[in-house]
């Protein structure tokens, strides 16, 4: 019993920011590899960034030296600050996360997705 949950989208104009969350509840052990995915109407999903249990990141490079993925272990959560967004950023955004329950099985769970629009 694990669910995930994104906050934090929105419509913003090109230039503008947003800070996404992603809050991981239920029974759980760990938290492993987390990390953010993104979905335009279209298109395919897409890997946007990664971090690591120990803080290692990954990003895709589009989005590299824009957008900075951290976590808070201690509030079993993940967050994707957006910097410089641009129009092609626009998609749902999903967070993703491997958990190890505390049963010590281990799986990949979603979240529902939240809505970034960046507009004029």
């Known amino acids: 019993q694990v669910q995930l949950v994104e906050s934090g989208g929105g419509l913003v104009q090109p230039g503008g920011s947003l800070r996404l969350s992603c809050v991981a509840s239920?029974?759980?052990?760990?938290?492993?590899?987390m990390g953010w995915y993104r979905q335009a109407p279209g298109k395919q999903r897409e890997l946007v960034a990664t971090i690591t249990s120990g803080g290692r990141t990954n990003y895709a490079m589009s989005v590299k030296g824009r957008f900075t993925i951290s976590r808070d272990n201690a509030k079993n959560t993940v967050y994707l600050q957006m910097n410089s967004l641009k129009p092609d950023d626009t998609a749902v955004y999903f967070c993703?996360?491997?958990?190890?329950?505390?049963?010590?099985?281990?799986?990949?769970?979603w979240g529902q997705g939240t809505q970034v629009t960046v507009s004029s």
């Open positions: 239920g029974s759980i052990l760990s938290l492993n590899t």
């Open positions: 993703n996360s491997d958990v190890t329950g505390r049963l010590g099985l281990r799986y990949v769970y």
